[in-house]
């Protein structure tokens, strides 16, 4: 199955690092947004997402916030020693 998220910054991040991905249109490009942390092949956490109007994220607040969370939701994950499916599972039943 071909995935609908797609790397944030091509070549900016390591791939099996907590990646932070993005998902729109599918048959063609849409302004609408999903933002999410790839945890591995087939987990994402979902942090939010927005109408993209502007080339770069930073240009506008509302997707500035955006970038903000993504990076707050990696930076909790790292923290709690989750890099792949099973630190992520171990964490929630844990935690539950």
């Not at 932070?20 to 942390?37: D, F, H, P, V």
Request: hydrophobic residues 40%.
């Amino acid at each position: 199955m071909k995935s609908i998220f797609k790397p944030l910054k091509s070549n900016a991040e390591n791939p099996s690092n907590l990646l932070r991905t993005k998902a729109y249109g599918t048959t063609m490009a849409s302004w609408l947004r999903l933002y999410e942390i790839k945890v591995d092949s087939n987990m994402y956490i979902i942090t939010g997402g927005s109408i993209k109007l502007t080339q770069r994220m930073e240009d506008r607040k509302h997707t500035m916030q955006e970038l903000i969370k993504l990076d707050m939701c990696r930076e909790f994950l790292r923290s709690e020693g989750i890099f792949d499916e099973a630190g992520m599972v171990e964490f929630l039943e844990s935690e539950f």
